[in-house]
Every structure is written in structure tokens, then in C-alpha cells.
DNA sequence: CATATGTCCTGAGAGC
DNA sequence: TGCTCTCAGGACATAT
């Protein structure tokens, strides 16, 4: 569930990259279906070997390396990926590995226990055709008006629209409860239905809680798996209001009771006594 | 165009 | 103990 907090903590800590040069690029060995690589890994490793890594960035949930050439990998962690520069929690899911040079770290790694990442090579014109222009203004970048005026007219949940990267980059479902709440928005109203104070208060909640998740370096759930570029975990699972609190008294009001509910196949936790409906 | 749904994948946990 | 079943949800292909 890698989402903008913990994609902006794995590129914060795999940043000491940029600079270093690729001596190789090759596939981990392994027992279980390989993930998603495209070119082929050959032509990739054809295409970076030699080139210096210019920049790390986040583009909404994806982690990308710039290369001189102008050509970017870009890594999409979707359900369990992790980018690291220290040994991954286990060899058994490891997937790539970036070998370095002119570095202090000697490779770079993308792991992924369930295999649903991908990591694919673009030249520049194909990233900006077939990437950045599929993603939406970045969570942390967007304005409050900005925000309104991507969701105003959808006849959508605001729950389930808020996970639209074409409209708005980095929201995951994990965060998406956990600001609707902080917003006092109910879950399942139509975003049509949001007044303009309602979506400055999710505007804020959005900045709030997706920069307080980075400082603590993102949500590490029960089943352990996110982890940092050092492979260690993140705190904010500690800060969480309603995600994953099912039938626990609501933390705001001391009242509600958090109820889950199902919103297009996923999971959403909220407060009918906090948030309007 | 907007929106809805099925699919991919593995490991954890429940139930027997 | 070991088997089967269900569930978790990112992005995308496909359908309406």
C-alpha cells in the first residue's frame, strides 16, 4: 500500500543515488513469477549501464531515477514494492538489482513480496507521452481551489474519486479515510454534493496528514511490510484515527463507534457520528 | 468523455 | 498438523 508518504520517504532515502553511475542492471534470481519489466531487461541494461543517475523523483506513487540521457526507470511499488539501499528483508522476493558505481552504495534494490510492482524504462518523450501525462496534479502540490475544481462536477463517492491519480496524484485508501475524517466528511457523499468549505477542509487535512505521514516516515501495517529505503519501519500506523480500527470507539468524538464499510472493493473506515453524510 | 468491474499476485489468518 | 478458502488493494484493461 505504498502511498505518497511512504513513496516520498523511499525517494528522501534513496536519494544519495543520484550521481552514482550504473555498472549493471540484472533480475534477481527468483522462484516466482517476475514482475513486470519493460523493455526487456537486456535493453534496459543496454540503455543505463554507464549513465549517471541525474535525479530521484516522485511522480504521485512512483519513484523515478533521471538518468543524463534523459531516459527515467520508473518504479511503481503498488501493493508491497520497496526501494532500498540495504539488504531487503528477504532474497527470496527480491526482484532487480542496480549495481553502482562512483557511489558509496554499492547497489540498489527494488523488492516486492506480492510481485503486483512494476519497473519499466522510458526515454524522455515517452515518459512525458506515456506517464506524467496520465497523473494528476501532485496531493501535495494542488491548492484548494485547484482541489475543488478536479472533483466538483463528479458524480462519484468522494471516497472512491479521491483515489483517482488522474485527478489529484498520491492518495492512497489508507490516507483517503483518514482525511475524510480529519475533514468530517462522510465517506459515500457524492463529491457533487461537497460544499466549497467542505472541500477546503479535505484540502487541508489532505497537506496536514500526508506531510505529517512523512515525517513519520510513512504507515507500516500488521503485517509488517512497508519499510524504508533502510528497511526499517514507519510510525504513522501509530497515528491512525480510523484506518484499520473497526468497531473501536472514535478517537475524535469518544462516541461513534468506527465502522468499515466496502467502496469499490475496498476497505474504507469512518465515524457516522463525526462525519456528515 | 465518465464510471464500473475484473484481474494480476502472495502470504496471513480463519475454519475444520 | 495441514488442507482449503478468503482477503488485502495499487493500476490498468475492458465494458457500459
Known amino acids: 500500500m505504498p502511498e505518497l508518504p511512504e ?3 523511499m525517494c528522501r532515502g534513496i536519494r544519495c543515488v543520484e550521481g552514482a553511475i550504473v555498472s549493471n542492471f540484472r533480475k534477481a534470481p527468483s522462484r516466482y513469477r517476475p514482475i513486470t519489466l519493460e523493455p526487456t531487461v537486456a535493453t534496459i541494461r543496454r540503455r543505463i549501464r554507464g549513465q549517471k543517475i541525474e535525479q530521484v523523483e516522485r511522480l504521485g506513487k512512483r519513484v523515478i531515477l533521471r538518468f543524463e540521457n534523459g531516459h527515467r526507470i520508473v518504479m511503481e511499488p503498488r501493493m508491497t514494492g520497496l526501494v532500498l539501499i540495504e539488504e531487503p528483508p528477504n532474497r527470496d522476493h527480491l526482484r532487480i538489482i542496480f549495481e553502482l558505481e562512483e557511489s558509496l552504495i554499492p547497489e540498489l534494490y527494488f523488492w516486492d513480496k506480492r510481485g503486483l510492482g ?7 518523450k515517452e515518459f512525458d507521452e506515456k506517464v506524467r501525462s496520465k497523473v494528476g496534479p501532485d496531493a501535495l502540490e494542488i491548492s484548494a481551489d485547484e482541489m475543488r475544481q478536479q472533483f466538483k462536477d463528479s458524480q462519484r463517492e468522494v471516497k472512491v474519486a479521491l483515489l483517482d491519480q488522474k485527478r489529484v496524484a498520491g492518495i492512497g485508501n489508507l490516507y483517503a479515510s483518514e482525511i475524510l475524517h480529519r475533514a468530517k466528511v462522510g465517506p459515500q457523499r457524492k463529491c457533487s454534493g461537497i460544499s466549497k468549505a467542505e472541500w477546503g477542509r479535505i ?3 489532505n497537506v496536514d ?7 513519520y516516515e510513512g504507515s507500516t501495517l500488521g503485517d509488517g511490510t512497508y519499510r524504508n529505503a533502510l ?6 500506523q501509530n ?10 470507539t472514535c478517537l475524535t468524538c469518544k ?3 468506527i465502522i468499515r464499510i466496502v467502496q469499490a472493493q475496498r476497505s474504507t473506515f469512518y465515524c457516522k457520528l463525526c462525519q456528515k453524510r
Do not use: M
Open 231 to 236: 528497511n526499517d519501519p514507519g510510525s504513522y
Open 209 to 215: 496528514i500526508l506531510q505529517t505521514a512523512i515525517r
Open 255 to 257: 462516541k461513534g463507534t
Open 7 to 9: 513513496v516520498e520517504t
Open 118 to 124: 512494476t519497473v519499466r524504462l522510458y526515454s524522455e
Open 239 to 248: 497515528e491512525h484515527v480510523v484506518y484499520d480500527r473497526a468497531n473501536e
Open 203 to 205: 484540502h487541508q487535512a
